[in-house]
């Protein structure tokens, strides 16, 4: 069963956490379902591993082969590996991606599926349109991948934060949102400070995000932050020291 994030008026944002969860193999993830007077689009739709569910699940709400488009954050796996499955299964929905990744995606799908169908997201970002509205497709660049978008969507006041905001591990609840950052901390540290890139990007993230009302972060893996959690986290990420900032010589050692 999807959490409803947002329902009001006509417009609804659905989340799916339980398509693929933690403990098997592959890693628990979501994957959102927005819809907006009529329209819909899938953001983050996953791998193979959760089509099947999501495309069932979504049914109940909206009719999968309306979809008006296929959104993605960046281009890995657990993000958009089913894509070859949601071109046939949607026939005109447009594909945003990230620019640098627009022809590479394409090795996702067999020869052709993706021909006109995909739009490059420009490294300022983009309105997407949704319905009455749209989407901001906000850059989040090595957050954690070289071409990296967020969503935000003005009606709800969620930011679709992509893989940053991710909490993993046992014991975690993906579907209740967590309003307070101090005891979700244990799930997000290890993660976020090998996943993400530099501090300096996350500093660049925390002032564009400061500017915007926002009452949910919603990362791609993991429990939603709502209330207190949402300024914490940014407190959080502005200072932390990641990626790039950690490495030595001795991560870069010839193995024995
Ligand atoms: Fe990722
Ligand atoms: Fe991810």
Request: a negative charge.
């Amino acid at each position: 069963m999807p959490i409803e994030l947002f329902n009001k008026d006509g417009h609804l944002c659905l989340m799916f956490t339980d398509l693929c969860r933690e403990g098997g193999e592959a890693v628990q993830s979501n994957q959102f379902l927005l819809i907006d007077n009529k329209t819909g689009v899938i953001v983050d739709p996953g791998g193979n591993l959760a089509y099947g569910e999501l495309y069932l699940g979504m049914t109940q709400h909206f009719a999968p082969h309306q979809l008006s488009a296929i959104i993605a954050s960046h281009a890995d796996p657990d993000i958009i590996a089913s894509l070859d499955r949601w071109m046939t299964a949607t026939a005109t929905a447009k594909v945003y991606i990230s620019r640098i990744w627009e022809r590479f995606v394409p090795h996702f799908c067999k020869s052709g599926k993706t021909t006109g169908r995909i739009v490059g997201i420009p490294d300022p970002g983009m309105r997407i349109p949704l319905g009455r509205g749209h989407l901001l497709a906000l850059p989040a660049h090595f957050l954690h991948s070289e071409g990296n978008f967020q969503f935000y969507d003005p009606v709800s006041r969620i930011l679709f934060s992509g893989d940053l905001g991710a909490s993993l591990g046992h014991g975690l609840d993906a579907q209740t949102p967590v309003t307070s950052l101090a005891e979700h901390l244990p799930y997000m540290e290890g993660f976020h400070r090998r996943y993400m890139v530099a501090n300096k990007v996350l500093r660049h993230w925390a002032q564009m995000v400061r500017k915007l009302p926002i009452d949910m972060i919603v990362p791609q893996h993991g429990a939603p932050m709502k209330g207190p959690a949402v300024q914490e986290f940014i407190d959080w990420v502005e200072t932390l020291s990641c990626g790039i900032d950690l490495m030595t010589d001795r991560d870069y050692a010839i193995p024995g």
